[in-house]
């Protein structure tokens, strides 16, 4: 079982920054693969950005360039710094981790982008 917990959302403005942080528990945190899906109003839930065990990163092509996801196994914690965002970066962002075919989440962290 892992537990995840999910802070840093927030309201900005367009062009701002947040780092989303995304704290694991309750198994071994380097054994799984983690990313960050997000949820808007309306629209089908897309990945944002993801990070293997072997640190593979990968981002989806609305973010690459201004997001950038890390991992810190010594604090269990998965990062994602979120640079120049945008009104369409609006909507909730939750947190998984990946062991093989079984999915844990996070409760999600609103992030909203207005001026």
């Known amino acids: 079982q892992v537990q995840l917990v999910e802070s840093g959302g927030g309201l900005v403005r367009p062009g701002g920054s947040l780092r989303l942080s995304c704290a694991a528990s309750?198994?071994?945190?380097?054994?799984?693969?983690m990313g960050w899906y997000r949820q808007a109003p309306g629209k089908q839930r897309e990945l944002v950005a993801s990070?293997?065990?072997?640190?593979?990163?990968n981002y989806a092509n609305s973010v690459k360039g201004r997001f950038t996801i890390s991992r810190d196994g010594a604090k269990n914690t998965v990062y994602l710094q979120m640079n120049n965002l945008k009104p369409e970066d609006t909507a909730a962002y939750y947190c998984?981790?990946?062991?093989?075919?079984?999915?844990?989440w996070g409760q999600g962290t609103q992030v909203i982008v207005s001026a």
């Open positions: 309750g198994s071994v945190f380097s054994s799984y693969a």
């Open positions: 998984y981790a990946k062991l093989e075919t079984i999915y844990y």
């Open positions: 990070i293997t065990t072997g640190g593979r990163l």
